[in-house]
């Protein structure tokens, strides 16, 4: 890629407190040159380096919920059936209370 600054220039640096690229003269000749620099092709590689961090950390985390959510579906899915067999209960009880208010009604 070549210099924005010095377009016959190609960039070979990169001013790590800026994020700039930079050529040689662009270096010499501006604040840069009292900056962090490196060669591009290092802060590539750092670059590249962090980003693969941050991608195994993403993916861990994904895991992780992952695991989570199976686990929340499955107490969801619990607490379902439970609703369900105390609903059958209260309903079952209910009519047996109706049943025997009418049979003593009758008697």
């Known amino acids: ?8 220039q190609l960039v070979t640096k990169f001013c790590q407190w800026c994020s700039f690229l930079l050529c040689d003269k662009c ?4 604040d840069h040159k009292w900056h962090i620099v490196a060669s591009t092709e290092m802060a590539a590689q750092r670059e590249k380096e ?4 941050v ?6 985390r994904d895991e992780t919920f992952d695991k989570q959510i199976g686990s929340i579906d499955r107490s969801i899915a619990t607490a379902n059936t439970q609703a369900e067999t105390l609903s059958e209960l209260i309903t079952t009880d209910f009519e047996k209370f109706q049943a025997a208010l009418r049979q003593r009604e009758t008697s």
Do not use: G, R, V
């Not at 991608?55 to 861990?60: F, P, Q, S």
């Open 50 to 53: 962090s980003l693969q961090k």
């Open 55 to 60: 991608l195994k950390l993403t993916a861990d």
């Open 27 to 30: 270096l010499q000749q501006s």
């Open 1 to 8: 890629e070549y210099c924005s600054t010095h377009p016959k």
